[in-house]
């Protein structure tokens, strides 16, 4: 019985092996862009779960070849959460998507045979979790992108999808978010389209540091908020108010800065055809040098840009309105490289100014999010802008990728480490001379933040109402204000990469024969070969 107590053992721990395997299945991952892991952020989020995550695929029918694979991704991406957490998966389309809001896409489609076929098909999923849910969209269709580069977009950005949803769905309290006032800054209905698109996933408050009938300003007045936004002021900023937010970022405050570089009148240039522009002075300076960037006083004009209805009639009593190009409305280009701009589409802006990042021995991580095409000129301050400039000089449009929005991550020095404290603050504490670990995004431009009216009514942020073009201004401020927010990483799924393997579509119709004699004819030819070579094997083994 000894003898055999080596391979009694080696049965044993096959069948406990297998047992294990029947249990829980390993899986390994090949892929070069690990497009079937999930990250260690997932994995945690779904772990939390402690009831069953519902889910109701839409993406369901009769489906072309980019949908089908969009469809066969979903759902490897649902099987991979499954194994983390009790996710159960449906395809009941009767959940009645159209009564979520959820528009239906239409695609048309050319035939071999010429005719246009047309496909209704909802790219939605919906999920519910202890008797929440939350709309989830598996189509990014981004304006410049071809069919295929949206669908990959779209495969990229499902992880982040689902888990964004289950995050939300997760909360017991909304995080809160505040949009500062008291300088000038765009009313409510000029950010209304902000704020509705913040409010999915926070109490968006809007108010003022210092109060219009006091001096006395609350050091902790911030405290509580996971993001404060200062969106396009106009007037200079007090000590106290600055040491306030200082303060705020000290503790671990998370600060997104939509600042102008220059003073103008767009009153002015649309009655006299001109306005003087002028450095603006809001006393920030300061306070972003210390942290690692500078707003140049300068305007930027670029080739690629927005066109405006211009008059070019001499008569006055019979205007003639034209489109031109307007080179002071920039169409900026969203950098690849960062969570929160990666497949976002342009940017649209009006006077951007440049951006500098400084103190490059900070330790500060610091990013490019925005910037101007091949082909840009800095107009410096004091200058003018004149309508009139339509057709300006292109060999004095000779800088590239200007910056004019940064992203920065890291320790941060108070830039009152060396200053006493303001009068008027109430409440306060020794100085806190660095900060924790924390984000901060600063923005060249106040009106990329801003929407337009039309008859009273707010527009979408970034669409133009003269082109008709929706640009990514949303999208942009909506995942710069998650990453000043996420301290669990998730945003950071949105740098998920899958490789883009086209066919080379004339290629295959024009060598369609070959192909088609080459994958038909060698299965059989090998299979052939094989069973030659065994003959062949055989007959010189018996015949000896």
Not at 133 to 159: D, F, Y
Not at 279 to 285: F, H, I, P
């Amino acid at each position: 019985m000894r003898k055999y107590a080596p391979y009694i053992f080696i049965a044993g721990l096959f069948l406990c092996l297998y047992g294990t395997l029947q249990m829980r299945p390993v899986r390994w991952d090949l892929t070069d862009d690990k497009h079937y892991s999930l990250s260690e952020a997932s994995k945690n989020l779904l772990r939390s779960t402690d009831a069953p995550v519902e889910v109701t695929l839409f993406l369901q029918g009769d489906l072309n070849a980019g949908f089908r694979r969009l469809q066969k991704a979903t759902r490897e991406t649902l099987d991979e959460m499954a194994v983390y957490c009790d996710l159960r998966v449906s395809t009941d389309i009767n959940d009645l998507a159209d009564s979520l809001g959820l528009p239906p896409i239409v695609i048309h489609e050319r035939e071999q045979n010429g005719k246009t076929a047309q496909t209704t098909v909802y790219p939605y999923a919906l999920m519910r979790y202890k008797g929440k849910r939350a709309p989830i969209a598996l189509l990014k269709n981004t304006r410049g992108l071809s069919g295929e580069e949206n669908l990959n977009a779209s495969i990229e950005n499902l992880e982040f999808a689902f888990a964004e949803a289950l995050h939300l769905l997760q909360q017991d309290e909304t995080p809160r978010v505040a949009i500062l006032e008291g300088h000038g800054e765009p009313d409510e209905a000029h950010t209304y389209d902000l704020m509705r698109a913040l409010s999915r996933y926070f109490q968006v408050d809007r108010g003022s540091i210092l109060a219009a009938d006091s001096t006395a300003v609350d050091a902790h007045m911030l405290d509580g908020y996971k993001a404060i936004l200062i969106v396009g002021p106009q007037t200079a900023f007090s000590d106290a108010e600055k040491f306030v937010i200082d303060q705020y970022l000290m503790q671990g405050g998370a600060v997104l800065w939509a600042l102008d570089g220059v003073r103008f009148s767009e009153q002015v240039l649309q009655q006299e055809g001109f306005t003087p522009i002028v450095a603006l002075e809001l006393a920030l300076t300061d306070m972003l040098f210390r942290y690692g960037v500078r707003i140049n006083p300068a305007l930027v004009q670029d080739v690629q840009c927005l066109p405006i209805p211009v008059n070019v009639s001499s008569d006055p009593q019979q205007p003639n309105f034209q489109p031109l190009p307007w080179t002071y409305a920039p169409l900026l280009l969203t950098s690849q490289g960062s969570p929160i701009t990666k497949n976002l589409g342009q940017v649209s802006s009006m006077f951007v100014s440049p951006i500098d990042a400084v103190g490059g021995e900070d330790g500060i991580e610091k990013r490019v999010l925005l910037a101007t095409s091949t082909a840009t000129r800095l107009t410096a301050t004091p200058g003018e802008v004149n309508l009139s400039d339509m057709n300006p000089d292109m060999t004095q449009f000779r800088y590239q990728y200007v910056p004019v929005a940064v992203s920065m991550e890291g320790v941060f020095n108070s830039a009152f480490a060396h200053r006493m404290v303001p009068e008027g603050i109430v409440n306060g504490t020794p100085i806190i001379k660095q900060s924790r670990l924390t984000h901060q995004v600063v923005i060249g431009c106040g009106s990329i933040a801003g929407n337009e009216l039309q008859k009273g009514q707010p527009l979408p942020m970034g669409y133009d109402r003269y082109s008709s073009m929706q640009f990514s201004n949303r999208d942009l401020m909506v995942n710069a204000v998650l990453w000043l927010t996420d301290a669990d990483g998730l945003i950071s799924l949105r740098e998920k990469s899958v490789a883009l393997r086209l066919l080379n579509d004339k290629r295959a119709h024009d060598e369609r024969t070959k192909i088609q004699l080459i994958s038909t004819i060698s299965p059989i030819a090998i299979l052939a070969l094989l069973g030659l070579t065994v003959q062949l094997i055989r007959r010189r083994k018996y015949e000896k």
